[in-house]
Structures are given as C-alpha cells and as structure tokens.
C-alpha cells in the first residue's frame, strides 16, 4: 500500500504507480508484498515489506537477482531482463512520491529497454504496444 494512504496524504496518480512496482515485484519473486518474507529453507528472513526486502537484498549481494527471483522458475529466466524489471519496479515503489516516475515514464523505460532488445525486439515491442501483428 502507497505510504499516501496510511499517512492520509492527498491521493494522486503516483498511488498507481506504486501499486505497479509492487505488482511488478510480486510477479518477479513470487512472493506476496506485505508478509514475512522467508528464505529457501522456510526460516523467516525478515517481517516487513517485499519491496524492502528486495532492497536489503539488492544492497547486501552481488548475486542479488538470484535471491529474490522465484524459485518455481527453476533459474529459467534472463537476468538482464529480470533485473530491468526489478530496478524499473524499485523506482515505482519510492516512499516520496515524487521521486517516482509517472506511468508515462515508466512505459518509456521498459520500452527503451525492449528497444534495446536486439534479437527479439520486433516481437516484443509489438507486444508491448498492444498491436497485433
């Protein structure tokens, strides 16, 4: 939940964009944004916020990606690609509002990124854009 709404703040666009980056981090780790966060062996790392704990991790470890991906997809995944959506994620997920970005912006920072996407990009780009082609 967007500190706006527990500090009884004027509401405004930036709620939604919080609540992107934490969705955006569920679906990166697999894990839910407000319990206890638990390690492989089931022994509870931490009580707070998923979006902290990515933090933690993101500032303690060099293999910090590794750490906080899902483990049901069994390390099937780019972690260049991962570690664009956790680093566009932790930006939406600011405690100030206005250091995050706008929606806006965070459609041009992924798109920059698909963009950038040599071998697939054309598929990917359409994708994103909603087109079909």
Partial sequence: MAP???LN???TSK???HSYGIVLLELVTGRSPSIGVHGIDGKQLMQ???SKWVKQQR???ETWIGMIVDPTLDGKYDEAEMSIMVKVAL???QEDKDARPTMGEVVQMLLRFVEK???NSKARLVYV???SR
């Fill in 117 to 119: 996407d040599s071998a």
């Fill in 4 to 6: 706006e709404w527990v």
């Fill in 9 to 11: 703040m004027p509401i």
């Fill in 48 to 50: 707070g916020t998923l």
């Fill in 15 to 17: 709620v939604d964009v």
């Fill in 91 to 93: 930006q939406c997920v």
């Fill in 59 to 61: 500032d303690v470890t």
């Fill in 129 to 131: 854009r909603g087109e």
